[in-house]
């Protein structure tokens, strides 16, 4: 439905510079203004094709594998990047791939912190810190739940997001005690 808003949009807005009066560069220079990223269209054709192998009979792998293409295709410093890199870490461990969820998740934790997204990096390490308990990787989930447990410590937390994620953390290392 976007993607139909959008190319609807494009439409109208084109139409109507060709209908305006004045010269032609400038009208140029506007359509070329609004016509959409070929990279970002691509990556939501690909994220509509990755939701739809997680219903019904689901394909977890495959869907992740389109996730993260998609997240590679917006680039990095894109928060729907980010988000779509931690989902793919979920999908992957669904799937049986419990070292590539694990690495997903470290590498989504890694893009929120790019961003300044700090509950968002803590959840990313919580979710591959539990990865790493579930799969038996246990060194590695110690140090995903430590840089988690720094991140409660961000003064650009506020008191709930703090809260939520520092309840979390004390289940999390409940479970590996």
């Not at 409660?152 to 979390?168: G, I, Q």
Request: glycine share 10%; proline share 3%.
């Amino acid at each position: 439905m976007f993607t139909t808003r959008r190319t609807l949009g494009l439409t109208i807005a084109l139409l109507a510079l060709a209908a305006a009066p004045g010269d032609g560069a400038s009208q140029d220079r506007v359509a070329v203004l609004e016509a959409p990223n070929a990279a970002v269209t691509l990556a939501e054709a690909l994220e509509a094709r990755a939701w739809a192998l997680t219903q019904g009979r689901p394909r977890w792998k495959r869907a992740a594998d389109l996730y993260r293409r998609a997240a590679r295709l917006r680039g990095p410093g894109q928060f729907r990047a980010a988000e779509i890199l931690h989902l793919a870490g979920s999908l992957y461990f669904y799937g049986d791939r419990a070292k590539t969820a694990l690495r997903t998740h470290r590498e989504a934790g890694e893009a929120f912190l790019a961003l300044g997204d700090v509950p968002g990096a803590a959840r990313a390490f919580l979710d591959g810190a539990w990865v790493a308990a579930e799969a038996g990787r246990t060194l590695e989930g110690r140090g995903l739940l430590e840089r988690a447990r720094l991140l409660t410590r961000s003064p650009h937390l506020e008191a709930e997001e703090r809260d939520a994620l520092v309840r979390r953390l004390d289940v999390e290392s409940g479970d590996r005690r």
